[in-house]
């Protein structure tokens, strides 16, 4: 059975940093890329980086380049998001999400079929 | 990028009605489309892929339709447990674009 659980959330205040982590069991991680999606109290869903499955491509919203870095580690089968200069509208609920059958971040064609439970930032002073 | 717009962005309905859902591409996406359910507090559900694919598990009653630029989602007799935030998700390219979301209430 596919599972993520996300794990890292919290407190922080504006400018800040925080590491999200996501770990992975029930599929072989190393052949999948991975994604992190979040949702803002309220709002709807916003892709907010990829990765491909060996970590060598990777993609950024707009809204978050140059303050995040999404990374793997195939050895703790384990996706994580780097988090800094932390804003208030980056709080919301980071989920952690798998696609189908894509190896790169940057294919298409393939959807994306589990999700974890989220977990919850909140950056606020 | 592709922008997903969904209409409604709020449904009011009744246990037994045919509800649809539509979602509308900027750009011709072909079929790569899906829609997910998401209830309070959880994550996303995957109901529907490739625009008319039901996910396993799915009931029957839930269904999609659409190619290029306009799709729909129609519950056919909408149960107590379907009233919940629906999203479509195009994955034509790589942006993986989002529609902002249908509320379906209860009446």
């Known amino acids: 059975e596919v599972q993520l659980v996300e794990s890292g959330g919290g407190l922080v205040q504006p400018g800040g940093s925080l590491r999200l982590s996501c770990s992975a069991s029930?599929?072989?991680?190393?052949?999948?890329?991975m994604y992190w999606v979040r949702q803002a109290p309220g709002k709807g869903l916003e892709y907010v980086a990829g990765i491909g499955s060996n970590g060598g491509s990777t993609y950024y919203a707009d809204s978050v380049k140059g303050r995040f870095t999404i990374s793997r580690d195939e050895s703790k089968n384990a996706l994580y998001l780097q988090m800094s200069s932390l804003r208030a509208e980056d709080t919301a609920i980071y989920y952690c999400v798998k696609d189908l059958y894509n190896t790169s971040p940057y294919a298409s064609g393939s959807y994306w079929d589990f999700w974890g439970q989220g977990t919850l930032v909140t950056v606020s002073s | 990028d592709i922008q997903m717009t969904q209409s409604p962005s709020t449904l009011s309905a009744s246990v037994g009605d045919r509800v649809t859902i539509t979602c509308r591409a900027s750009q011709s996406i072909s079929s790569w489309l899906a829609w997910y359910q998401q209830k309070p507090g959880k994550a996303p559900n995957l109901l529907i892929h490739k625009a008319s694919n039901l996910e396993s598990g799915v009931p029957s009653r839930f269904s999609g339709s659409g190619s290029g630029t306009e799709f729909t989602l129609t519950i056919s007799s909408l149960q107590p447990d379907d009233f919940a935030t629906y999203y479509c998700?195009?994955?034509?390219?790589?942006?993986?674009?989002f529609g902002q979301g249908t509320k379906v209430e209860i009446k």
């Open positions: 029930g599929f072989t991680f190393s052949n999948y890329a």
């Open positions: 998700q195009q994955y034509n390219t790589y942006s993986r674009t």
